[in-house]
Structures are given as C-alpha cells and as structure tokens.
C-alpha cells in the first residue's frame, strides 16, 4: 500500500511525501504509521479519532485539521491519502 501525504495552507502544498507501507487493518496502525511519516517531515503526529479511520477506510483518505493535533501545525490541513495501484 502506498500512502500520500499533504500539507496544505491556504490550498496550497507546503510538503509532500509518499511512502510504501504494510496494509493499515485498525486505527492504531494508522496511528503508527503516521507517527513514523510525521517524524520524518518534522511535524506533529495528529490524535487519529474513528472518524478519521473510517473515512480512510471508505473514502481512502484522512483529513486532520489544526484542532487535531496537540502542537501547532505549520498548516492549515494534513491529508493522507491511500494511492491506488
């Protein structure tokens, strides 16, 4: 599985990165994996709700706004989103 992060302000990408990982079947692994992705972009890990894995399940992306995260993010928005094949 190939996952795509953004971070966006004002609609515009201020980072980028795609990286290769092992199929995400619970929110803690989401959570795991975007601990290891946010630490090499230098950024705050989001808390991830069920709100924020269901969506990833069904619509293939998860979206964190500012409010999601316990430290100031640079940004105004982190979008995770599944690449499909």
């Known amino acids: ?16 990165k795609i990286v290769q990982c092992n199929n ?3 929110a ?5 994996v975007l601990r290891d992705i946010c630490h090499s972009l230098d950024l705050p890990t ?3 709700l069920p709100t924020h894995y269901r ?11 500012k409010d999601d995260f316990v ?4 940004g105004d928005i ?4 599944d690449c499909k094949e």
């Open 28 to 32: 803690l692994d989401l959570e795991e």
């Open 46 to 48: 989001p808390i991830v």
């Open 55 to 65: 969506n990833f399940v069904n619509f293939h992306n998860a979206k964190f706004k």
């Open 1 to 16: 599985m190939k996952l795509w992060i953004r971070l966006l302000e004002d609609n515009k990408m201020i980072k980028d």
């Open 78 to 81: 982190l979008i995770v989103e």
């Open 71 to 74: 430290e100031s993010l640079d």
């Open 24 to 26: 995400i079947g619970c």
